[in-house]
């Protein structure tokens, strides 16, 4: 009876804080695996740029005309809003 409430207390951190956590890890692993060439995205510091390629642990981003860099597929961060998704009304 003892063990009960720290086992309870354990339970409920792990769904308030480490159940989430999980939910985005797991998708932003997918969205990474996801990325093609063509699409056009934000990294995890902000670059917006078009994927010209990519390799397993690469992708070389077109951020300004003539202008490529190469970031880790990873800090690929989340798709690029399109300007209807970014109006207000």
Not at 64 to 79: D, H
Request: net charge negative.
């Amino acid at each position: 009876m003892e063990l009960l409430v720290p086992i309870a207390i354990l339970a409920v951190m792990w769904v308030a804080l480490l159940r989430p956590q999980q939910r985005r890890v797991r998708e932003h692993r997918d969205f990474v695996a996801s990325v093609q060439v063509g699409d056009q995205i934000v990294t995890t510091a902000g670059v917006f740029g078009t994927v010209t390629a990519l390799d397993e642990e690469r992708a070389r981003l077109l951020v300004a005309p003539g202008v490529e860099i190469t970031v880790a597929r990873l800090s690929l961060g989340r798709p690029q809003p399109t300007p209807d998704e970014t109006e207000h009304p």
